[in-house]
Every structure is written in structure tokens, then in C-alpha cells.
């Protein structure tokens, strides 16, 4: 059984960094993504990774602050977060998939989630 296990959350004021960690067990993928959803708001792609080749794609609203990486030996993923802000305030799910993607940011690609791991960013 495929499963993705998140750490790395907390508070932090606004400017602070985070750093999570999603690791996967007994899985070679295709695809990683972060993923968050605030309360009343629809699952958002914040950043993925190919896992091949390295390539990283990242929504608008977090390029030049956040970084996304993998450490293939350990089957890891990580979302390094700088600057924060208020509006980064959600719950972080990691995801993977052994399938090709076409839109690496959407959350329907995705085969396989973890159980989240709470991001707050404080004013």
C-alpha cells in the first residue's frame, strides 16, 4: 500500500519560513505536488516536481519564495516556504502519482495523498 507521510508544519508570524517533508513508502513515482486548501477554498497546486528529470513547476502566488525538492534516496520531497504570508495559511497535502501528468498543478493527476500537514502563518 502506497503511502505518503507529511511533516514539517506549525506557526510562524508572516516572513517566517517553514520547511515540510513528505515521504513516500515502497513507491517510485512519476510526479510529486504540494498541494493546500483554506478553509472554503477549492485544493490548490502550489508546486511539483518531476521526479525523472527535476523539473519544478510553481503557481504564481509562491515563485521566488517557496522551492521545491527531492531526495531520491530517501523517497522524500520537500517544500522549502520563505517569506510567508497570512494568505499561505492552509492545510498542506503532499501527492504523488506513477502516471504522466500533463497539468503537473492539478490536483486530479494525482493518484495517492497524504494526510495533510497544517500551515499558520500569524500577522
Known amino acids: 500500500q502506497v503511502q505518503l507521510v507529511e511533516s514539517g508544519g506549525g506557526s510562524v508570524q508572516a516572513g517566517g519560513s517553514l520547511r515540510l517533508s513528505c515521504a513516500l513508502s515502497?513507491?517510485?513515482?512519476?510526479?510529486m505536488g504540494w498541494f493546500r486548501q483554506a478553509p472554503g477554498k477549492e485544493r490548490e497546486g502550489v508546486a511539483a516536481?518531476?521526479?525523472?528529470?527535476?523539473?519544478?513547476y510553481y503557481t504564481d502566488s509562491v515563485k521566488g519564495r517557496f522551492t521545491i525538492s527531492q531526495d531520491k534516496s530517501k523517497n522524500t520531497m520537500y517544500l522549502q516556504m520563505n517569506s510567508l504570508k497570512p494568505e499561505d495559511t492552509a492545510m498542506y497535502y503532499c501527492?504523488?502519482?506513477?502516471?504522466?501528468?500533463?497539468?503537473?498543478?492539478?490536483?486530479?493527476?494525482?493518484?495517492?495523498w497524504g494526510q495533510g500537514t497544517q500551515v499558520t502563518v500569524s500577522t
Open positions: 515502497t513507491y517510485r513515482s512519476a510526479c
Open positions: 501527492a504523488a502519482t506513477d502516471l504522466l501528468v500533463n497539468y503537473p498543478l492539478r490536483a486530479s493527476e494525482y493518484r495517492y
Open positions: 516536481i518531476s521526479t525523472g528529470g527535476g523539473t519544478t
